[in-house]
Each structure stands twice: as structure tokens, then as C-alpha cells.
């Protein structure tokens, strides 16, 4: 059984473009979370979709980030215009379902915005 | 909004002694998980705690839960160069729709000298 997949895992790009996260929960999930973390420090919650739903956004910036989560295919999150501050490890995790709470994670998207 | 508190933020350690790290949250939690990640890594998931006073135990890692569900530990005995890596701590509040959503304490970074 595969786990959660992410890809790109290392991904570089110049400020004022765009970068596309995308994310594939494990088999059988369909709750998917994006977290982000800048060096040395905790993972910060994002967001949390289900499939075509936001559930809870509270952590996203206003501005330049949005998330989906199609009935087909990977979860994406899409970073318009980015700037440096930018630069982290955006981490996805799913879980099968909400009452289960163990939420595992993928390896990773390393951006580095120059 | 809730924040989890993580102390020590570092700890170095001689091989074979014992470590702790401590969690605070300053809400009740309905569970708290335990996360390590290696440098370079992802989250890997440890244990979750669910009842007030739970402690559970892993090999040489033992996990508590405090009574009022407001913080938790991590103990590990007799250290080993394996154990390296980053500890968090992850708790998750009832109800609403941020139930899906953990907020990490910062990680105690372990340092194993052999």
C-alpha cells in the first residue's frame, strides 16, 4: 500500500511565478491537509479539504494560495506570484477519515524561490 | 487561538542517557499525537493519545497524556544514535470544523553524542 505521494519533492522557481504542489493521499483516504514548514521550526496547518470540499482554511494566506482537492486526481496547492518568503517545506498528509485522526505524511515539496 | 508550547527546543545528550520533551497546550485537547522527523525528512507518525492520564509505551519510548488533557511528554530511556532526529508534538481540539486540524508544538531537536 503506497503511501502519501508528493510531487515535485524539490521544486525552484523565480519570484512573480507560479508553483503547483501536488499531492496524493494513501489509498482508501479522502482527507487531505497541507502544512508548511520554514527551517527549524513546527509544521503550520494550512488547510484541510475533502474531496471538491474546503473544509477548514483557517491557515492559508489570504493572497496568492489556493487548494483543491478533485473528485479525480492529486490534491493540489497552487502559490500564485511567489515571493522569498515563500521558501519551505510544504508537507501533505491524508487520513481516512476524520474520527480516525492519525494523519500520515508524504515526503515532501522542498520550494526555493530565488 | 490554540497554541501548543514544545520544551526544550534542544537537547544534547551523551549516548545512553535518558531524554525528555514536554508539550503545553492552552486549550483541552480531545487527542495529541507524536511525530519524529529525521533531518531532511518528513513526519513520521509515533502514537496517539486519547484518554485523560493515558501513557503508553513503545520499546524504550514512554508517552504521557496529563489528567486535564492540556500537555503531554516524551520519554525515551537509554538513548541511541538512532534516536536522532526532530520530536513534535501535535494536538488536535474537539469538534467544529478545525477537528481535522493538528497544530504542532516547535519540535525538540535531539542530539545523540556517542
Known amino acids: 500500500n503506497a503511501g502519501v505521494m508528493q510531487n515535485p519533492r524539490h521544486l525552484v522557481r523565480r519570484r512573480g511565478q507560479e508553483a503547483r504542489l501536488r499531492c496524493s493521499p494513501m489509498?482508501?483516504?479522502?482527507?487531505v491537509y497541507w502544512y508548511r514548514q520554514l527551517p527549524e521550526e513546527g509544521l503550520k496547518f494550512m488547510v484541510y479539504?475533502?474531496?471538491?470540499?474546503?473544509?477548514?482554511e483557517s491557515g492559508m494566506p489570504k493572497e496568492r494560495f489556493s487548494a483543491e482537492f478533485p473528485k479525480e486526481g492529486p490534491s493540489i496547492l497552487r502559490i500564485q506570484q511567489v515571493v522569498r518568503g515563500d521558501s519551505a517545506a510544504y508537507f501533505c498528509?491524508?487520513?481516512?477519515?476524520?474520527?480516525?485522526?492519525?494523519?500520515?505524511f508524504g515526503p515532501g515539496t522542498r520550494l526555493t524561490v530565488l | 487561538g490554540q497554541q501548543v508550547m514544545q520544551i526544550p527546543q534542544y537537547q544534547h545528550v551523551q549516548e545512553g542517557e535518558d531524554f525528555t520533551t514536554y508539550c503545553n497546550s492552552s486549550?483541552?485537547?480531545?487527542?495529541i499525537q507524536w511525530y519524529k522527523q529525521r533531518p531532511g525528512g518528513h513526519p513520521v507518525f509515533l502514537i496517539q493519545?486519547?484518554?485523560?492520564?493515558e501513557v503508553k509505551k513503545q520499546k524504550r519510548l514512554t508517552f504521557q497524556f496529563g489528567e486535564a488533557k492540556k500537555n503531554s511528554s516524551l520519554h525515551i530511556t537509554a538513548t541511541q544514535t538512532t534516536d536522532v532526529g526532530t520530536y513534535f508534538c501535535?494536538?488536535?481540539?474537539?469538534?467544529?470544523?478545525?477537528?481535522?486540524?493538528?497544530?504542532f508544538g516547535q519540535g525538540t531537536i535531539l542530539t545523540v553524542h556517542p
Open positions: 486549550t483541552t485537547l480531545s487527542n
Open positions: 479539504l475533502q474531496k471538491e470540499n474546503i473544509i477548514d
Open positions: 498528509a491524508s487520513s481516512q477519515q476524520r474520527a480516525t485522526d492519525t494523519q500520515y
Open positions: 501535535a494536538g488536535r481540539t474537539a469538534g467544529g470544523t478545525s477537528y481535522g486540524k493538528l497544530t
Open positions: 489509498k482508501g483516504h479522502s482527507h
Open positions: 493519545l486519547v484518554k485523560s492520564g
